[in-house]
Structure formats: C-alpha cells, structure tokens
Nanobody
Framework: QVQLAESGGGSVQPGGSLRLSCKVS?????????MGWFRQAPEKEREWIST???????VYEDSVKGRFIVSKDGAKNTLDLRMDNLKPEDTATYYCAADCASPFSGKWNFWGQGTQVNVSP
C-alpha cells in the first residue's frame, strides 16, 4: 500500500515562509519516481506548481519560480517544498503526488490528502 502524507501547512502573513513535507510510505521511493506538488485554491481547479524528477531536475510553474524550492530526501523517503515570500494568492490546499511510470506518464498515480496554506495579513 502506498501512502503520501503532507504536513507543514498553516497560516502566515504575506512575505512569510512555510516548509511543506510529504512523507512517502509503501512500495514507492522518491528516488525512483517523479515527485510533484500541486495546489487547489477555493473555486479553482487544481494546478501543478513543481516537479522534481528521478534524476533531481527541478521544474516550477512561473508564479512560484524564485520563491519556492522543491527537494527530496531518498534516505527518509520524503519530498519537501520550501515556500518563501508567500502571497495571498498562494492560499490553497497543497498536495504532493508521485508518478512512477517509466518513462514519465504525467498521470500522477499517487496522491496525498493535502495540507492547507493560508496567507493573509
């Protein structure tokens, strides 16, 4: 059984920082899968924001580029998202996901339950 469990969400003021973590358990390993972060704001569709590939290549959506940093720890089997200079428009539920197909399929077969991030004065 595969489980992805996000943590680290909370409420911060604009300009603040948060670090999200995704603990992966079960048969998949972060070093052998593409790992991604997505978010969904109220009344909006879920959107992709970052991917770190099996080889460690990091890719970001334009609105978070330069503010968010994705990383992974193979020994702990975790995925992190460091978020700096947070803005009110970053308010959303954040999800981690895994795509373990080879080659990468873009189907994101495994998902966590999400963690809430609120950015307001």
């Amino acid at each position: 059984q595969v489980q992805l469990a996000e943590s680290g969400g909370g409420s911060v003021q604009p300009g603040g920082s948060l670090r999200l973590s995704c603990k992966v358990s079960g048969v998949i390993r972060v070093d052998f899968c593409a790992m991604g972060w997505f978010r969904q704001a109220p009344e909006k569709e879920r959107e992709w924001i970052s991917t770190i590939t099996k080889d460690g290549l990091m890719v970001y959506e334009d609105s978070v580029k330069g503010r968010f940093i994705v990383s992974k720890d193979g020994a702990k089997n975790t995925l992190d998202l460091r978020m700096d200079n947070l803005k009110p428009e970053d308010t959303a539920t954040y999800y981690c996901a895994a795509d373990c197909a080879s080659p990468f399929s873009g189907k994101w077969n495994f998902w966590g339950q999400g963690t809430q991030v609120n950015v307001s004065p």
